[in-house]
């Protein structure tokens, strides 16, 4: 079974400073994973995607995220944090071969603080 | 581009009442998820359509919920009768499934449903 793990419920950040939310997965196979972004009365917005081109994923807003098959990881981060980034992250796995449908964490609230 | 437009956004109803929820999916999309969202459960996939089919609605709490997608853009959810433990946010996703469903999914904003 595909699963994932959000290894922080809230993460707590100054403002300026730099933000990793931990994310790790259990796959058989070599997966497709995703982070998203929710903001408060929305829905969820991609962030960015890992598909195995590259390890290391940039997405939208500064964030990236590196994939590590050694260490099932998949964590993001931003080297400098801003207010607007005050929001619940979501880790995603795709199963292999995409039988099914993704597979979402239970999310990352993160605080930004001034 | 629109993205996914759910309707209404917010629903406020007394239980017993039936709820009906309504989704159009991204032009050109073949694949359409159905959400809900509480603080207690997270992100509840309930049932989803590839093609207007329904494939798996495993994830459906019970007989009085209810989904169809009569045709590629458009699908219901439907609650009858509605209770208050159904109180939540309900998305809709859809994505293009090509060979599998690793595709990203693309989201609503979501119809926040309070039964009184």
């Known amino acids: 079974a595909q699963s994932v793990t959000q290894l922080d419920s809230h993460v707590s950040v100054s403002e300026g400073t730099p933000v990793l939310l931990r994310c790790n997965y259990s796959s058989s196979y070599s997966p497709s994973l995703f982070w998203y972004v929710q903001h408060p009365n929305k829905g969820l917005q991609l962030l960015l995607k890992y598909t195995s081109a590259a390890t290391l994923v940039k997405g939208i807003n500064g964030f990236e995220a590196e994939f590590k098959k050694s260490e099932t990881s998949f964590h993001l981060t931003k080297p400098s944090a801003h207010m607007s980034d005050a929001a619940e992250y979501f880790c995603?796995?795709?199963?292999?071969?995409?039988?099914?449908?993704?597979?979402f964490g239970k999310g990352t609230r993160l605080s930004v603080i001034a | 581009d629109a993205g996914v437009i759910q309707s209404p956004r917010h629903e406020v109803t007394e239980m017993g009442q039936e709820v009906t929820l309504r989704c159009k999916p991204i032009?050109?999309?073949?694949?359409l998820f159905w959400y809900r969202q509480t603080m207690m459960r997270g992100l509840e996939l309930l049932i989803y359509f590839n093609n207007n089919v329904p494939i798996d609605d495993s994830g459906m709490p019970e007989d009085r919920f209810s989904a169809k997608m009569p045709n590629a853009s458009f699908s219901t959810l439907k609650i009858q009768p509605s209770e208050p433990r159904d109180s939540a946010v309900y998305f809709c996703a859809s994505s293009l499934v090509i060979r599998g469903y690793d595709q990203p999914q693309h989201f609503g904003d979501g119809t926040r449903l309070s039964i009184l």
């Open positions: 032009s050109g999309h073949n694949s």
């Open positions: 995603v796995v795709s199963p292999s071969g995409g039988n099914t449908p993704l597979v």
